[in-house]
């Protein structure tokens, strides 16, 4: 089968040929119609993760996927083969990722089915950013009325936080770029958002909406320690992007260090979300496998949303 694959680390991915993976016990054979690039592969793919995880050869890279159910291992329950599915590859090794025409993934943890009214395009570029937004969110237990600083919104997860931030009724300010990022940005909700631009005072623009601090920041890009110097005292800071509680100096301040759990049931929610037009996936460009390459260099020059893969 055809996969975006890597012989080594660091390395340019590219597309090669590759045998056809069998599900082991308790796993899918997903045939993939769409995937996505995230910042993990990325990561990957410059060697950040080598030494930290187990990685086989010629390593398969992508972690989002939506398709249909080809083959079922030994001892599953709840699938059957012709189901539409979706999610995320949780494996404790790298190296047998979506980015391909075929990935087997656990059928007891990170898939979810399709519900009608989601498009395989658009789930396959749900799983990662949309557990990442709704973790972060939830870690903070933002409540309506509150004022969240979302650093980063014109990326993947942070166009899905922004979203997501709105509907709670909260208050949303947000870092982008001044121009077409911006213009992205306060297109994502009809709600309001304050988009300021992190190239600028940024402390400067933010206090002018926030006086006296906001209530939560959710850092997923910059320097998080000075985003904490955001917060009001007691205020609480959400990072999928590595900030430790002994870098803020504040002790008031709440630290959540978050991995995403994209586990069944908050896949199945933010597949209901976009089903019913309560949440929209925000891809911006779409390229075929054949043209991974270009996937990936569109996601490293920042283009705004997430960068979908499709295999049809």
Known sequence: MRAVTLDAVPAAPAVSEVELPRPDAGELLVKVAASSVNGFDLAVAAGYLNGMMEHRFPLVLGKDFAGTVEALGADVAGFDVGDAVFGVVMKPFLGTGSLAEYVTVSAGYGVAK??????????????????????????????EGETVLISGAGGG????????????????????RPGTQTDFVTGLTDTAVHVVDFTGDL??????VAPDGVDAVLHLAGDGAQLAGLLRPGGRIASPAGLTPDAVK??????????A????????????????????????ATYALEQAADAFTAFGSGTPGKVAVTLS
């Not at 997860?157 to 982008?176: D, K």
């Not at 504040?250 to 991995?259: A, F, Q």
């Open 261 to 284: 759990d994209p586990n069944a049931a908050t896949l199945a929610t933010l597949a209901e979300q976009v089903a019913s037009g309560a949440l929209r996936v925000p891809v911006t």
């Open 250 to 259: 504040d002790e008031s301040v709440t630290v959540h260090p978050v991995m």
């Open 157 to 176: 997860v942070g166009s899905l936080a922004v979203q997501l931030a709105a509907a709670r009724g909260a208050r949303v300010i947000a870092t982008a």
């Open 114 to 143: 399709l519900p009608a009214g989601l498009a395989e395009a658009d789930a396959g570029a749900l799983g990662v950013a949309g557990t990442t937004a709704s973790d972060s969110l939830n870690a903070v237990a933002l409540a």
């Open 203 to 208: 402390e400067a623009q933010v206090r002018a």
